[in-house]
């Protein structure tokens, strides 16, 4: 991938694992009824976010997803799908299946010659 799309790769990991740690800290905070504001449950996610990226190499690199596989999922009654390139999320789908071929779909037009910014497609 060329320097504009790996950077807004590196952007969207960052943005990934933001929405991870203030996902685990609101489930906490409810779980153990810790009474945290959501102005300190975001100045704790800024601060455990910061320190990672700081002193760890992040990625988005799920075991789960193993390779020639998508990251697909459901939410709210929709399915969507990830694109294991510049991580882009596909619109809201009626089916996994139909999730999973928007991400297959859209990774073919990622290639060495002509990235897909995050941006675009
Ligand atoms: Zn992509």
Not at 104 to 117: D, F, G, I, K, Y
């Amino acid at each position: 991938m060329g320097k504009e799309a790996d950077s807004a790769r590196e952007a969207r990991v960052v943005s990934l694992l933001e929405d991870n740690v203030r996902t685990e800290l609101q489930v906490t905070n409810s779980m153990l009824e810790l009474g945290l504001s959501d102005a300190t449950i975001e100045r704790l996610m800024e601060g455990v976010t910061s320190g990672l990226l700081y002193a760890f190499n992040v990625d988005w690199s799920p075991d789960w997803v193993k390779p020639g596989q998508v990251h697909a999922w459901e939410e709210g009654g929709a399915f969507f799908a990830r694109c294991s390139g510049c991580l882009r999320d596909s619109p809201p789908a009626d089916s996994r299946a139909s999730a999973e071929d928007w991400a297959r779909q859209h990774e073919t037009l990622h290639s060495r010659r002509s990235p897909v910014p995050y941006s675009a497609a």
